[in-house]
T-cell receptor, first 114, second 118 residues
Framework: KNQVEQSPQSLIILEGKNCTLQ??????????LRWYKQDTGRGPVSLTI?????NTKSNGRYTATLDADTKQSSLHITASQLSDSASYIC?????????????FGRGTQLTVWP | EADIYQTPRYLVIGTGKKITLECSQT?????MYWYQQDPGMELHLIHY???????EKGDLSSESTVSRIRTEHFPLTLESARPSHTSQYLC?????????????????FGPGTRLTVT
């Protein structure tokens, strides 16, 4: 069964600290993996998209890694800011169709305290 | 951030009412989607469209219906709302984007409609 599992479910860190969010998936075949940021009451916004040939990709203070062999990805946030408080969703796309079937994780709820 | 809009943002209605959630995008995207999301849970695809006059049901069974008469407009309708329909509804559209080794579709989400049926 194609699944995307994220951990931890929720995380609280102090402003300025770093953190790492995890994503494990069983989706096959694999096309690409995306990380989205979803602020409360808003739609998700894309942070990164990685294919199986990419090991790491950065977007400002966000760095995503991908190990296609172990089917694991991580999102590292550096020097966290209050505005980083949001849900971070891992999404995996298969190669099944032009639609690019998307499998969503439940997200990690990150709270940054001052 | 993409130009995709949803109205209303929040809606509280009584059981049995008919409602339509609006979604529009100004980017000329052919593919559009409706997702349902409960708090702390993953997004579930309930409807999608490849273009005008094309609509398909998604993975999650839904009593809602959709229409696609114009490229930019993809409304979702509930004929008779029930408390079980209480959820957040997210609309999205996609555009092709280049990635290593080829291309994929980037999804752009609207802000969502938070629906509460009492």
């Amino acid at each position: 069964k194609n699944q995307v599992e994220q951990s931890p479910q929720s995380l609280i860190i102090l402003e300025g600290k770093n953190c790492t969010l995890q994503c494990n998936y069983t989706v096959s075949p694999f096309s690409n993996l995306r990380w989205y940021k979803q602020d409360t009451g808003r739609g998700p916004v894309s942070l990164t998209i990685m294919t199986f040939s990419e090991n790491t990709k950065s977007n400002g203070r966000y760095t995503a890694t991908l190990d296609a062999d172990t089917k694991q990805s991580s999102l590292h946030i550096t020097a966290s800011q209050l505005s980083d408080s949001a849900s971070y969703i891992c999404v995996v796309s298969d190669r099944g169709s032009t639609l690019g079937r998307l499998y969503f994780g439940r997200g990690t709820q990150l709270t940054v305290w001052p | 951030e993409a130009d995709i809009y949803q109205t209303p943002r929040y809606l509280v209605i009584g059981t049995g009412k008919k409602i339509t959630l609006e979604c529009s995008q100004t980017m000329g995207h052919d593919k559009m989607y409706w997702y349902q999301q409960d708090p702390g849970m993953e997004l579930h695809l309930i409807h999608y469209s490849y273009g005008v006059n094309s609509t398909e049901k998604g993975d999650l069974s839904s009593e809602s219906t959709v229409s696609r008469i114009r490229t930019e407009h993809f409304p979702l309708t509930l004929e008779s709302a029930r408390p079980s329909h209480t959820s957040q509804y997210l609309c999205a559209s996609t555009a092709a984007t280049l990635i290593a080794g080829g291309a994929t579709y980037e999804q752009y989400f609207g802000p969502g409609t938070r629906l509460t049926v009492t």
